[in-house]
């Protein structure tokens, strides 16, 4: 008696799971603007109906983060006839009256499928003189990362130059905190922070300049930024501008891989005592370089330091302890513990050295490390 409830409930189950989710029928734009002033910009949009036979409606929300945002979230409905297209220039300011305003638009599928629905859009500017802009494809979530990498990415250079904003629009319900981490010849240069609401974007203008990584002498046309978040996937792009022209090109952020604990190379070593630290009197250090053999990912390390090599092991924020490491020289016996932290960069350490005989003694060392090829890198 109770088989056809059974069922019924097992065929509610089947087809709640089939139902494909709101992101599915999604369609998002990460990057949109209607901006008047010294430099300009606009985004003409362009939405088409792939299928033959099927009507589309779809709702477009303007998801404002960058100037004079409405106090609510903008929409407007549409249907799309098979095949048809429809055309939204200065979409912000035309279809949302939001003009001075810049954020994504999520342009949902009500009826139909999102995989009919094709989205385009032009971001340019018209001063100094017009540009040709840049394509911004509108994208599915499958588009969104929580790991991106941004390349091709510029600043400064002759005559006016270039300049980078770089951005990432958070299309899921939950908040995310993005970092932009600046990598220039495989080096860290710098990493901005920046925490993005649910269904809205951030974004760094002049990545290179004091609102992001306060470099902005620095000259590049080939570096790259990765973008991460601590959980939600998130649409990340850059937009590479001609200072000369205003003349923009876009990055998409292309899917990377999670980061894995990564610490090996050569540092250059700087030495110094720690004052008040030392009861073994006449004590002299020197600088040296230290060799770190780590291997991706592994919680143990050893350091090599002044031909004598210190086994150890890191924990995934760059904190580690290597083991007691009994010495000897010029008749003396120590034992020399090293605490320390590993960052972008190099490390810091503090190594304790007790002499056990002919006397007893300690004396604290301090150690900077700066790394000479590389960054390091952290889960």
């Not at 009256?97 to 971001?123: F, K, M, Q």
């Not at 017009?130 to 941004?150: C, D, E, K, Q, W």
């Not at 990545?207 to 990765?226: K, M, Q, R, W």
């Not at 990055?251 to 999670?258: E, F, L, M, S, T």
Request: net charge negative; proline share 7%.
């Amino acid at each position: 008696m109770n088989t056809s409830r059974r069922l019924s409930g097992v065929l509610c189950v089947a087809v709640a799971a089939a139902a494909p989710s709101a992101a599915q029928e999604r369609i998002t734009v990460p990057a949109v603007a209607s901006i008047v002033g010294a430099a300009p910009f606009f985004s003409d949009v362009r939405a088409f109906n792939a299928s033959y036979t099927a009507t589309l409606q779809v709702t477009a929300t303007y998801r404002c983060f960058i100037g004079s945002c409405p106090a609510a979230p903008a929409a407007q409905s549409f249907a799309l006839a098979p095949r048809q297209s429809r055309a939204f220039d200065d979409m912000i300011a035309a279809a949302f009256s939001a003009p001075n305003s810049a954020g994504g638009v999520e342009l949902d599928v009500t009826s139909g499928t999102a995989s009919n629905l094709v989205v385009t859009s032009r971001l340019f500017s018209t001063s100094p003189t017009p540009t040709v802009g840049m394509f911004i494809a509108g994208v599915n979530a499958t588009a969104a990362h929580r790991y991106s990498t941004l390349a091709q990415i510029a600043n400064g250079g002759p005559g006016p130059g270039f300049r980078t904003n770089v951005g990432a629009f958070n299309g899921s319900d939950s908040t995310a905190t993005a970092t932009f981490a600046v990598y220039w010849e495989g080096h860290w240069v710098g990493q901005v922070d920046r925490t993005i609401p649910p269904h809205s974007g951030v974004q760094v203008n002049d990545v290179f300049g004091p609102n992001g990584i306060d470099h902005a002498l620095l000259e590049t046309s080939d570096a790259v930024v990765t973008v991460q978040t601590d959980g939600p996937p998130v649409f990340a792009y850059a937009a590479v501008i001609d200072n000369a022209t205003t003349d923009p090109i876009f990055v998409r952020g292309a899917p990377d891989v999670a980061p894995v604990l990564s610490l090996g190379g050569g540092y250059d070593t700087s030495v110094s005592l720690v004052p008040g630290q030392n009861t073994c009197g006449n004590v002299t250090v020197q600088d040296n370089p230290t060799a770190v053999a780590h291997a991706p990912g592994s919680h143990t390390l050893a350091l090599t330091h002044a031909g004598t090599a210190y086994e150890g092991t890191v924990a995934d924020d760059g904190s580690f302890t290597t083991q007691p490491k009994n010495v000897s020289a010029g008749g003396s016996s120590f034992t020399i513990t090293i605490t320390g932290t590993f960052d972008r960069q190099g490390f810091q350490a503090q190594v304790r050295v007790e002499q056990t005989a002919p006397s007893a003694c300690s004396y604290l060392v301090d150690w900077v490390g700066l790394k000479t090829e590389g960054a390091n890198f952290f889960p």
